[in-house]
């Protein structure tokens, strides 16, 4: 394993092995405390330019499943067909992996896909220090190569567009009701879920203009960086408001462009969502459910119209996890209900979406 250095922008540096790609990367730097799911989160497109830091010490030991597919063309193991996060990296990386399902293990995926890895570093330590300052840009260098610097930038980068599809796909084909999907670095397991439900999902590029397309309900896909670099779709989904009351359903990114569809603003959270244990609120009730995200952008809670109300809420920050029209069947949450990996507890907001469907 060769020496590597993580150089945060801040000029703090943390010194470890590489175990994956050896080749250096810069990146925006943000951690998950989730103890299991590393497959999940690497092919996860909403990671699209970061560099993932997992605070569980050990991560390695299950090994890596294969890219298998059923019969929808989905991966059945991962989140989409590639590894979409920047480099990874943990504190203890096992070399051993034991799993009935693992085909390889998570060095030689990495190395594969060209991927970095580190290991070694206090991964806790450097949380500690992301929490204070906020994520960050940080660069992946290897110490014998001093002079091969990379750049990158995560701020006003539209990694929307880099992730989203370019053509239209269908699933489930004259299965029952239509539901466009407007793919912003949409998760497999959003599309399995909605077809498990028995509906045909029809998925667009994230800037398409569906408008005129003959569909029952309308759903709007998580994805990578900031709601503020897709104008495009907001302004499709706006025209699309102003003339149909067809069901809405939106997830993560999808919650933030329905918010600014209808107005409300968006902004930048310190450290962002990154877990399978945020606890978030149905307002008006005293439900509480313990949910995944993966987000570093919020919605404005005091930014939404009058037409317009807060449907869940994070009780860590008070941070706004998803809102509800109060006429029409609109309505989205910020974390991720279909979870892989993660918990399972708001998987019922799809079948309430597929419900209002007529």
């Given amino acids: 394993m060769r020496n590597v250095t993580l150089a945060l922008e801040n000029g703090i540096k ?33 990671y699209a330019g970061q560099m993932i830091v997992l605070t569980y010490p050990l ?20 989140e989409s067909d590639r590894i979409y996060a920047s480099a990874i990296i943990v504190t203890d990386y096992s070399e051993s992996y034991s799993h009935w399902n693992a085909k390889e293990s998570l060095a030689e995926w990495l190395k594969r896909e060209h991927i970095p890895g580190i290991t070694g570093i206090d991964t806790r330590e450097l949380t500690k220090v992301l929490r204070e300052h906020g994520v960050m840009m940080g660069k992946i260098l290897f110490d014998d190569e001093a002079d ?8 006003g980068v539209n990694f929307v567009d880099k992730v989203s599809c370019r053509d239209i796909i269908r699933y489930n084909e004259g299965a029952g009701k239509k539901v466009v ?14 077809i ?3 509906v045909e999902v029809i998925r667009v590029p994230w800037n398409y203009d569906y408008t005129d397309m003959d569909f029952d309900g309308l759903f709007l896909a998580n994805g990578p960086g900031d709601p503020e670099m897709c104008e495009d779709a907001v302004a499709v989904l706006r025209k699309y408001m102003q003339m149909s009351r067809k069901p809405i359903c939106g997830i993560c990114m999808g919650n933030q462009l329905l918010a600014k569809a209808g107005g409300a603003k968006t902004y930048k959270l310190k450290y962002g969502h990154r877990s399978h244990n945020q606890p978030v609120r149905m307002v008006g009730t005293d439900n509480c459910y313990i949910t995944t995200q993966n987000h570093g952008y919020a ?5 939404i119209g009058a037409d317009w109300e807060e449907l869940f809420i994070n009780m860590n920050d008070g941070s706004n996890e998803g809102i509800r029209h109060k006429s029409n069947p609109w309505f989205s949450s910020q974390f991720h209900p279909e979870a892989r990996s993660g918990s399972l507890d708001t998987e019922f907001l799809f079948d309430r979406f597929v419900d209002t469907l007529k």
């Fill in 59 to 78: 991560i390695g030991n299950y090994g890596v499943p294969s890219f298998a597919y059923d019969d929808n063309k989905l991966p059945l193991f991962m």
């Fill in 299 to 303: 919605v404005d809670g005091s930014t």
């Fill in 148 to 155: 091969n610097i990379p750049t990158a930038t995560y701020e």
């Fill in 181 to 194: 999907l407007v793919d912003c670095g949409v998760k497999a397991n959003i599309i399995r879920c909605l």
């Fill in 14 to 46: 943390f010194h470890g092995k590489s175990f994956g790609y050896e080749a250096p990367m810069a990146g925006e730097v943000v951690f998950n405390t989730a103890m299991v799911g590393y497959p999940e989160s690497l092919t996860d497109p909403s």
């Fill in 196 to 198: 498990n439900r028995g």
